[in-house]
């Protein structure tokens, strides 16, 4: 018998014309990776506190996050670090992963931990650490194809903190260099997603500030590179909404790192600060998908969403599925605002109609679609209920304290 808060729901819905097969088919079909580096030991610059059960190694990270897959159904990939998750032999973790029902997704290079990076890596004036960050990030695109891969999300921390430093021209210059380079590497079904963030660790100047320069970069590599929005990137009252439809009209918007923010790259988990934010992040979103035009309604289908948090003192694999599910929860409420009745307000002029259309959306509580929605994707009702419930967070608890850090 179905769930009578779900009859009504379903009632209230379709007497706004909302299409209820269309919304549960598109909550079925997103996709949202996990990073693997979320499962492991982090902290701040003053204290990383080590919790017990903490996967020891990228396998381990691989069996978490199979984890969360299975209690959510929408999370199959896992998002590498490299070196990080370095291991000998990629084809094993990339068996290994699919014999626990996930993926490997996107690689992500690391060009900020080794000391030769200290000025710079794709940007620094000594072509032989040039040299160094471009062989890291086409070692990278070999270990995308080893393991299936189609992105590669790059993050630079390339920056100066003081004025006169460096020359900033020419570290532009190096670094579509390098990129090139790399951009040369890609298979024709590749993609290399362009990051930016506007501080830190570098405080005067970033070489990747924000979108319009992750955007230039991408334009100029060609159609293969794209831009990647991690949503703690902004200075302080950016509207990221905004910066979401330029690039979805622009058929250049790569992907997402979900994350909350109060104040700067804080990585709290996805929804949990600010939520209207990432409704209408998803309204931009939904309202791509209905576009007139062929090409951005393809940009919206091909977002890689993916989360990019750190879990300083929660446990990591629910604080990983507390994420997944409120990004799933903010787009269920994006997918039932009536996108013709905001468009009839727009035509109007009518400011408040038009507001009010969009917002009557929010408020409405979709717990009961997506239990159906769970329930027909064969996955738990209630994800972290279900989790909790389950033995797996005690037996990891045998792992001891002192796993892999991030
Ligand atoms: C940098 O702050 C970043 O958002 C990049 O995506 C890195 O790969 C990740 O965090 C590492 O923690
Ligand atoms: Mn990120
Ligand atoms: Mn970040």
Redesign the pocket.
């Known amino acids: 018998m179905a769930d009578k808060h779900y009859v009504l729901f379903e009632e209230q819905q379709k007497d706004r014309g909302i299409n209820l097969d269309e919304v549960k088919e598109k909550l079925r079909t997103i996709k949202i990776e996990t990073p693997s580096?979320g499962y492991g030991d982090s902290g701040t610059r003053f204290k990383v506190f080590q919790q017990e059960g903490v996967p020891r190694d990228p396998f381990e990270k691989i069996e978490d996050a199979a984890q969360v897959q299975k209690h959510t159904g929408i999370s199959p990939g896992v998002a590498i670090?490299i070196p990080w998750d370095y291991v000998d032999d990629f084809t094993k973790l990339k068996a290994h992963a699919e014999q626990h029902g996930v993926h490997l997704g996107a690689v992500?290079p690391?060009l900020f931990q080794d000391d030769e990076y200290k000025f710079g890596s794709v940007t620094n004036s000594d072509p032989d650490i040039r040299r160094k960050a471009t062989d890291h990030l086409l070692e990278c695109v070999d270990i995308a194809k080893t393991v299936g891969s189609k992105e590669l999300?790059l993050?630079f921390?390339d920056g100066t903190n003081y004025p006169g430093q460096a020359d900033i021209r020419k570290r532009k210059h190096w670094m579509y260099e390098c990129l090139s380079e790399m951009y040369n590497a890609l298979d024709e079904d590749m993609r290399m997603l362009i990051?930016y963030?506007f501080f830190?660790p570098a405080f005067y100047h970033t070489d990747l500030a924000d979108w319009g320069m992750s955007y230039n970069m991408a334009q100029k590599l060609g159609p293969k590179a794209e831009v990647l929005v991690?949503t703690?990137?902004h200075p302080q009252g950016t509207n990221i909404e905004h910066i979401v439809a330029y690039l979805l009209d622009e058929k250049r918007l790569g992907g997402f790192?979900f994350n909350s923010r109060k104040y700067a790259?804080d990585?709290l988990f996805a929804g949990s600060l600010n939520p209207y934010e990432l409704f209408l992040t998803f309204y931009q979103i939904v309202s791509a998908l209905y576009d007139e035009d062929a090409g951005v309604q393809k940009n919206a289908k091909s977002i890689a969403y993916m989360l990019?948090q750190?879990h300083n003192l929660e446990a990591k694999i629910p604080a990983m599925i507390r994420s997944i599910t409120n990004v799933q929860t903010l787009y269920a409420k994006a997918l039932l605002i009536n996108l013709d009745e905001v468009q009839q307000a727009q035509e109007k002029q009518d400011v408040l109609a038009a507001e009010h259309a969009v917002r009557k959306a929010f408020e409405f509580d979709v717990t009961p679609l997506l239990r159906v929605v769970r329930e027909e994707m064969g996955v738990p009702a209630d994800p972290m209920a279900a989790y909790l419930e389950s033995e797996y967070g005690e037996k990891i608890l045998k792992r001891g304290k002192g796993g892999a850090s991030?």
């Open positions: 580096w670090h992500n690391n999300s993050w921390a990051e963030k830190e991690d703690g990137h790192h790259d990585d990019d750190c991030w």
